[in-house]
């Protein structure tokens, strides 16, 4: 079945470091890709997604590419900031017709000031 | 205006009760879902209603009865609390019954049963 595996953490950088957070997945046909964000005490929030192979995602100074050559998908960023922890979550939705969104075990990421 | 909203955020109770919880989207979306996240962030779908039709029933012990009385709403309704249901519940929306969109997710409801 489909799955999705990222790095485990927890991950501590300093403020100002790069930022990368392993992310492969399992899946038959082509799914659309996503990385979402949980700050404490709150929702998920969507930050980027990437629905075909090469499509790059990006929002907030984050990036991830499809790869689908290597079923990859991740995460970076040039220079992480304190407000930037959190934890984050690779996830695929598989394009059938009742399709979910499977998540990945998640990356819990502290930046120090 | 919030988009996904769910009642209550907290709750405590004791084992053997019943409960519901319950969530609203002002987004026009046709799809909702109830996922499960155990202490370790760890995320499991429960199910999915399109425009008042389940259309995912993952395997969820029959305790629990999800309910869509609109495309707008989806209440999730718990009977015979045990302590292995306390978890964060979280309702999420998307705009269609494929997930191609991705989700957006109310703020959770923490539910401790002691």
């Known amino acids: 079945g489909n799955s999705v595996t990222q790095m485990e953490g927890p991950v501590t950088l300093s403020e100002e470091a790069f930022l990368t957070i392993n992310c492969t997945y399992t899946?038959?046909?082509?799914?659309?890709l996503f990385w979402y964000v949980q700050y404490p005490g709150e929702g998920l929030q969507l930050l980027l997604k990437?629905?075909?192979?090469?499509d790059k995602g990006s929002n907030k100074g984050f990036e991830a590419t499809y790869r689908k050559e290597t079923t990859s998908f991740h995460l970076e960023k040039g220079s992480v900031q304190v407000s930037d922890s959190a934890v984050y979550f690779c996830?695929?939705?598989?394009?059938?017709?009742?399709?979910?969104?499977?998540f990945g075990s998640g990356t819990r990421l502290s930046i120090r000031p | 205006d919030t988009a996904v909203s769910q009642t209550p955020k907290y709750l405590v109770t004791q084992m053997g009760n019943d409960k519901s919880i319950k969530c609203e989207q002002n987004l026009g979306h046709d799809t909702m879902y109830w996922y499960k996240q155990d202490s370790k962030k760890f995320l499991k779908i429960m199910f999915s209603?399109?425009?008042?039709?389940?259309?995912i029933n993952e395997t969820v012990p029959n305790r629990f009865s999800p309910k869509s009385p609109d495309k707008a709403h989806l209440n999730l309704h718990i009977n015979s609390l045990e302590l292995g249901d306390s978890a964060v519940y979280f309702c999420a929306s998307s705009p269609e019954i494929t997930a191609n969109y991705g989700y957006t997710f109310g703020s959770g409801t923490r539910l401790t049963v002691v």
């Open positions: 209603y399109n425009n008042k039709e389940l259309i």
């Open positions: 990437a629905t075909k192979a090469d």
């Open positions: 996830a695929l939705s598989d394009n059938s017709s009742a399709s979910k969104i499977i």
């Open positions: 899946a038959t046909g082509y799914p659309s």
